[in-house]
């Protein structure tokens, strides 16, 4: 399930935290929307303010000076350094955590994440428990999205697998479609 697919179930006062630059306000990160100044020349993460397409779409780092190279539709954040940690609730019970190895802005992998789970605001907390499924994602503890919906990744059909590591097939990228891994077989 997508997040485009669950957008017109979810309740229209809870939706706000789909918007990230909302929600990056509600958790008092350092963010604003295009056309808002940055505090100072650095580092960002330039977003766009919502994405039911998913999968980062649109997301690139950014040197920013002013803050107004930001285009519309899109806004900047302060940038969190860290694990890239995917969790699943149901009814606001964990029940289900992804650590998401990157290159880049792109998965190359997830394993199981049993380090422990992070503690929520209660704000987001009483949110998700009116929910059969909430995937809430995390950069060094810091909660970047909220989706009302399960982690696609580590589920989609288009995957190999090998013990506890799930590894992406992206159809832009034969690395892992085209060259066959001993060890590893495709989900369907």
């Given at each position: 399930?997508?997040?485009?697919?669950?957008?017109?179930?979810?309740?229209?006062?809870?939706?706000?935290?789909?918007?990230?630059?909302?929600?990056?306000?509600?958790?008092h990160?350092?963010?604003?929307?295009?056309g808002?100044?940055v505090?100072?020349?650095?580092k960002?993460?330039?977003?766009?303010?919502?994405?039911?397409?998913?999968?980062?779409?649109?997301?690139?780092?950014?040197?920013?000076?002013?803050?107004?190279?930001?285009?519309?539709?899109?806004?900047w954040?302060?940038?969190?350094?860290?694990?890239?940690?995917?969790?699943?609730?149901?009814?606001?019970?964990?029940?289900?955590?992804?650590?998401?190895?990157?290159?880049?802005?792109r998965f190359?992998?997830?394993v199981?994440?049993?380090?422990?789970?992070?503690i929520?605001p209660?704000?987001?907390?009483?949110?998700?428990?009116?929910?059969?499924?909430?995937?809430?994602?995390?950069i060094?503890?810091?909660?970047?999205?909220?989706?009302?919906?399960?982690?696609?990744?580590?589920?989609?059909?288009?995957?190999v697998?090998?013990?506890?590591?799930f590894?992406?097939?992206f159809?832009d990228?034969?690395?892992?479609?085209?060259?066959?891994?001993?060890?590893?077989?495709?989900?369907?």
């Amino acid at each position: 399930m997508e997040d485009y697919e669950v957008y017109n179930k979810v309740d229209p006062l809870h939706r706000w935290v789909m918007y990230k630059p909302l929600l990056s306000e509600a958790l008092h990160y350092r963010s604003g929307p295009a056309g808002m100044p940055v505090p100072e020349p650095g580092k960002y993460i330039v977003r766009p303010a919502v994405n039911l397409y998913g999968m980062g779409a649109g997301a690139r780092i950014m040197h920013l000076e002013t803050g107004f190279e930001v285009p519309p539709g899109y806004f900047w954040q302060e940038v969190f350094e860290g694990r890239h940690v995917s969790v699943d609730y149901n009814y606001g019970d964990a029940v289900y955590a992804v650590e998401g190895i990157k290159e880049g802005l792109r998965f190359r992998k997830w394993v199981p994440y049993e380090d422990g789970l992070f503690i929520l605001p209660d704000w987001l907390s009483h949110i998700i428990k009116q929910y059969e499924c909430t995937n809430v994602e995390f950069i060094g503890g810091n909660i970047i999205e909220v989706h009302f919906r399960g982690n696609p990744d580590p589920k989609a059909p288009v995957e190999v697998i090998w013990e506890d590591e799930f590894i992406p097939a992206f159809e832009d990228c034969d690395t892992w479609i085209n060259t066959p891994r001993v060890g590893f077989k495709k989900i369907k």
